[in-house]
């Protein structure tokens, strides 16, 4: 009898499986575990952060304050924004003082908070600014980031995003570009809520030091005529539309009855670009 092999319906060896298929299904499994462990420790940087004592911050402020070092001697412009600050600090609790103004010499009209209780501003700003009034709360809006620690959580959460990224897939390669892309939105999402809280607090505090709530708005509506982006854009940018923030504001100005009353005309010495070039 002569020997026919039977057909066995396919090999045993190799896999029905698509090649393509596992891969997709590889990485989008990555992905979530690094997205899950991302929140999970996202989280717990910020738990940690919000338990840190004063002196780590000063610690660290002392490192950030490098790269912004200060002369010997304040400008005019300097000691003049100062004393803004300082009067706006006269209404927070004594744990709560202590902040200093820096100015920094940009055509960018933006302002920031630096560990170690220091505000940047830059010159752009100032030259922009129509009243002392728009510049207090610009100060506020800051202060607001200290009050809620804002600086130090968004640090905590990039330090999980660059540590994890490094472990898992290396710290130069297109797979980790990949993955810290897929968490932008939901990182900025984050800040736009701390930009939101940081509004607050700065209304409050301009309204509770000058006795009304003009100037305000003053920043972000200039801001508004530079803005080159639809609104829908800022979903995938730290900071909320120049328009949502306005008409928050405006909507808080009316439901808490604040006033609005005469700005103050900004210092002429900072007017003047009597800063500092580093």
């Known amino acids: 009898m002569k020997y026919e092999p039977k057909e066995t319906g396919g090999n045993v060896n190799v896999s029905p499986r698509s090649p393509i298929k596992e891969f997709f299904i590889l990485v989008g499994g990555i992905l979530g575990v690094a997205l899950a462990v991302y929140v999970i420790l ?10 840190l004592p004063p002196d780590f911050e000063t610690k660290l402020g002392a490192v950030y304050s490098r790269a912004y070092p200060e002369a010997k001697q304040r400008t005019e412009a300097e000691t003049c924004l100062q004393k803004i600050l300082d009067r706006l600090q006269e209404g927070l609790p004594p744990g709560q003082r202590g902040y200093r103004a820096r100015i920094v010499q940009s055509g960018k009209a ?29 100060l506020a809006h800051e202060i607001g980031h200290f009050v809620n620690r804002d600086h130090l959580k968004v640090l905590g959460r990039r330090i999980v995003l660059l540590s994890m990224s490094m472990a898992v897939l290396g710290g130069d390669n297109a797979v980790t570009g990949m993955l810290q892309n897929s968490l932008f939105a939901a990182e900025s999402k984050f800040s736009q809520k701390q930009e939101r809280f940081a509004d607050e607090f700065g209304l409050r505090l301009l309204n509770a030091t000058y006795g009304h709530a ?12 530079k803005q080159k982006y639809p609104n829908f854009a800022f979903f995938f940018a730290g900071h909320p539309s120049h328009k949502d923030r306005i008409n928050i504001l405006k909507k808080l100005i009316n439901e808490r009855g604040y006033k609005i009353k005469d700005k103050i005309p900004v210092d002429s010495k900072i007017k003047a670009a009597g800063v500092r070039s580093f």
């Open 214 to 225: 003009a100037g305000a708005v003053d920043f972000f509506e200039r801001q508004e005529t």
């Open 110 to 138: 933006n302002a920031f908070a630096v560990p170690g209780k220091n505000i940047v501003v830059y010159s752009q700003l100032l030259k922009e600014a129509g009243s002392e009034n728009e510049i207090a709360m610009v």
């Open 42 to 51: 996202g989280i717990a940087a910020e738990l940690i952060v919000s338990r």
